[in-house]
Nanobody, 122 residues
Framework: QVQLVESGGGLVQAGGSLRLSCAPSGRTFGSLGWFRRAPGKEREFLAAITWSGGSTYYADSVKGRFTISRDNAKNTVSLQMDGLKPEDTAVYYC?????????????????WGQGTQVTVSS
């Protein structure tokens, strides 16, 4: 059974940092990504990484503030979020696909976690 288990969400003040982690299991993945959905908005791509960790890609909206990485020892993928803003408040989702080609469209990902809430207060 494929599972993507996210952790690390919570409440933080503007300017603060959070680190989200995703623990995938159940099969071999080629690449993973992070999306978010804010209230009343469409799901938004944030970042993607190959399972090997060799390639990454970021949305312009988070480039320079968010960092996606692969922890080989823990077999997890993390999203380090710095300089958080109130507009970063959303439910954050880890997602995975079997292809090693990085994708930015939600429809290209077959596997999704349950989501973790991130709230940034002003």
């Amino acid at each position: 059974q494929v599972q993507l288990v996210e952790s690390g969400g919570g409440l933080v003040q503007a300017g603060g940092s959070l680190r989200l982690s995703c623990a995938p299991s159940g099969r071999t993945f080629g690449s993973l990504g992070w999306f978010r959905r804010a209230p009343g908005k469409e799901r938004e791509f944030l970042a993607a990484i190959t399972w090997s960790g060799g390639s990454t890609y970021y949305a312009d909206s988070v480039k320079g503030r968010f960092t996606i990485s692969r922890d080989n020892a823990k077999n997890t993928v993390s999203l380090q979020m710095d300089g958080l803003k109130p507009e970063d408040t959303a439910v954050y989702y880890c997602t995975a696909r079997t292809s090693v080609v990085l994708a930015i469209l939600a429809q290209d990902y077959a596997y999704w976690g349950q989501g973790t809430q991130v709230t940034v207060s002003s």
